[in-house]
């Protein structure tokens, strides 16, 4: 079974940063997409960042552009989200994804809880 566990969410004031951890448990053989997504209440489930793990290349919002930088896995499968210079409107809960996770049981895409990200003043 694959667990992708948020954690670092939290209430910020405007302009202020936060760093998101996902760390990746399981029987994982490989990864081939990992990323961040967001959703805001009323709102549809939107890209924050992904990184392709084999290539390296990385795809950013365009709100996050220049704001977010989404890190690799390390060795201890553990990649993060560094949002700096938040604003109100990027309040919402920020979910960790991993796409085309191999197992021995197969290949699937998997979702974690989610961490709540609150900008306010």
């Known amino acids: 079974q694959v667990q992708l566990v948020e954690s670092g969410g939290g209430v910020v004031q405007p302009g202020g940063s936060l760093r998101l951890s996902c760390a990746y448990a399981?029987?994982?053989?490989?990864?081939?997409?990992i990323g961040w997504y967001r959703q805001a209440p009323g709102k549809q489930r939107e890209l924050g960042a992904t990184?392709?793990?084999?290539?390296?290349?990385?795809d950013y919002s365009d709100s996050g552009k220049g704001r977010f930088t989404i890190s690799q896995i390390n060795a201890n499968k553990t990649q993060t989200l560094q949002m700096n210079d938040l604003k109100p409107e990027d309040t919402a809960r920020y979910y960790c994804?991993?796409?085309?996770?191999?197992?021995?049981?197969?290949?699937?895409?998997?979702w974690g809880q989610g961490t709540q990200v609150t900008v306010s003043s």
């Open positions: 994804h991993g796409a085309r996770i191999a197992t021995p049981d197969g290949v699937q895409d998997y």
């Open positions: 990184s392709n793990t084999r290539s390296d290349m990385t």
């Open positions: 399981g029987s994982i053989i490989s990864i081939r997409v």
